[in-house]
């Protein structure tokens, strides 16, 4: 489930989760959950992977296993592309979502490979300081926070992040502006300051490299379909 306006709730045996715009949370089969309203606009994108469709395409169930909130910014955004090529549907939308799935679901097994691993903790930590704010970091202050030689930081990044430290700080960057571009009215220069980008040309430029077209023309897109 990705959250498109408002705020959800998520409940499973083990946890009740709130669930802002631009969350993304998974649920397995096997475990029972229901999610409900926290905001009278809240609404959700849903998506099913059913297990004929994993066997078609030769992926392992047990990469779904455990319900949990996916705050991974690769994964999030793979997610958000998927919901707007079932909005604008075109003859290139089949392709690219069966194309955008099959990532998905890759990005998930690779993420839970790592967790599966010894992650030294300064990984989390690292997390944890990017998410509060990538806005202002370097990687001297990184150094100095984590206790970890800035060289050492920048060559472990991709293993546990999946990307580049400075790739992944861009993607934190991007899913914060798009939650923003989900479920505000705000201009699109204050989503980029609160995104934490330089300035607008910034945010429209990285936005585009990734999305393919402005954040301006993805709104009005997003507008036009849903009606909002």
């Known amino acids: 489930m990705f959250v498109l306006h408002g705020q959800m709730i998520d409940n499973n045996k083990k946890v009740q989760s709130l669930l802002p715009a631009g969350s993304l949370m998974f649920n397995n089969w096997q475990e029972q959950h229901f999610g409900k309203r926290h905001s009278a606009e809240a609404a ?18 047990k990469i779904f296993e455990g319900s949990q909130q996916i705050e991974d910014p ?64 370097s990687l001297k202050s990184l150094s100095e926070e984590l206790g970890v030689h800035p060289v050492h930081i920048s060559r472990a990044a991709p293993k546990y992040l999946s990307v580049s430290l400075g790739e992944y700080v861009r993607k934190l960057k991007l899913q914060k502006a798009m939650s923003l571009l989900l479920d505000s009215n705000l201009s ?32 009005k897109k997003l507008r036009n379909k849903t009606g909002c």
């Not at 849903?46 to 030769?58: G, Q, T």
């Not at 998930?108 to 690292?126: A, C, D, F, K």
């Not at 980029?192 to 910034?202: M, T, V």
């Open 74 to 137: 690769n994964i999030q955004l793979l997610v958000s592309k998927l919901y707007y090529e079932f909005l604008i549907a075109d003859k290139y939308s089949e392709v690219a979502i069966n194309l955008l799935l099959l990532k998905i679901c890759d990005s998930i097994g690779l993420r839970n490979n790592i967790v599966e691993e010894t992650v030294p903790s300064w990984v989390n930590r690292l997390k944890e300081i990017l998410h509060y704010d990538s806005t202002n970091f």
């Open 188 to 219: 699109l220069v204050e989503i980029a300051y609160q995104a934490g980008f330089s300035d607008q040309s910034n945010f429209n430029h990285v936005f585009k490299g990734y999305y393919k077209l402005s954040p301006g023309s993805f709104r």
């Open 44 to 61: 959700g994108f849903h998506v099913e992977f059913e297990r004929s469709w994993l066997a078609e395409n030769d992926i392992e169930n």
